[in-house]
């Protein structure tokens, strides 16, 4: 799902040139309108301080909703997408939330009402959105010690050649099996078969020895990683 974070709307400026007389004939009625602008607010209290402005609202607890007024004249729009994160539910013992034992449920913002949703086989949800509020909620019979949310790592990657090339997609720190589990979408290339690790469906060593890389070692860039058929 794309979410709308923002709508830029602006007056859509004209393409016709004008000739003199029409350009002096627009410039006399603007004045004129300016005048009678002037004399209401002096009567009313009333002034517009920028009349090409368009205000745009989001729709409470919708997403993807916003409204306008349409004014008198034409208006171009740009729509400003927000940006996607994910979640990350680690387990710290082995009452998972992905067997069962707790639920998550995501709600809008602004809204009084969430949704339930399923975590994937890692146990990461995505997309979110900021201003969003995740809910957790332990099973009956169960009851949550404590909960840790800390700041996720930046997604890196780098190209690995020989025989054909692959990128691996990996937070720092991550070792070869938890990079090709945490991130399935990114790393469809990468498997794990009897402990040998594999791009595009070629094996991967490391170093000028060549030597067979464990899918339990930290992920190093500098490592001098070769994919090879043997």
Known sequence: MIKLKNFLIKRE???T??????????????KL??????????????????????TVTPVTGQTNKWTF????FNVELTPIYAPEF??????GNDLTIQSG??????????ATTGTQVTLDENGNYKPLYEGQTITMTAAAGYKFRKVEVKKGGA????????????????????????????????????KINQGYISGNGVNLFA?????????NSTIDPNAGYHLLWT
């Open 155 to 190: 997604l890196l990657s780098f190209e690995i050649g020989g025989h054909v090339t692959a990128t691996i997609y990996y937070v720092e720190g991550e070792t070869w099996e938890q990079a090709i589990q945490n991130h399935p979408e990114e790393n469809s290339a990468w």
């Open 101 to 110: 034992k707790a639920t998550v449920t995501v709600t809008e913002s602004g």
């Open 33 to 54: 309108s300016l005048t009678l602008v002037a004399l209401l607010s002096m009567t009313t209290g009333a002034w517009a301080q920028n009349s090409d402005e368009v």
């Open 17 to 30: 040139r004008l000739s003199f007389a029409e350009c002096e004939k627009s410039r006399l009625i603007a």
């Open 207 to 215: 170093g000028d020895n060549f030597v067979i890389v464990n899918p």
């Open 86 to 91: 994910t979640a990350a539910f680690k387990a």
């Open 13 to 15: 400026q004209s393409q």
């Open 69 to 72: 007024t349409m004014p008198a």
